[in-house]
């Protein structure tokens, strides 16, 4: 699985999406704005409806609901995470990535466009709050 970077300020959920899709981050943005999900929409990054509906329209499947983060290893071998979580007037906010288990190594899919990296192996400078597990998904590109 490779990240897929944002390409909008506000695009980490469409961008994790798309990597757990193995789309390219256009794909995936037009996808979600035929559902009626646009990056700029505060909604898309301080609730998890809009996330899970273009996975749903992906035909990835994800957990039901989230999950308090306890640690790395408690994590399932794919994930949406929510990282740089806070409150702004009352209202949570986060930014998406991808957790990834493969072959005994894990690693953090970071769609930030301004990262040195977007694969992420620096655990403890990240403090996810909650994820969400991806259970099963099958390839949205055909």
Known sequence: MTPVIQKEPTGCGIAACAALAGLDYE?????AAALGIFAGDHSLWSQTAYVRHLLADLDIEASSDEQPFTGWE???DRALLAIKWRQIDGVPFWHWVVFVREAGECVVLDSKAALKTNVRRDFGRMAPKWFIEVTGYSNACG
């Open 74 to 76: 408690d994590l399932p």
């Open 27 to 31: 794909t995936a943005r037009a996808r």
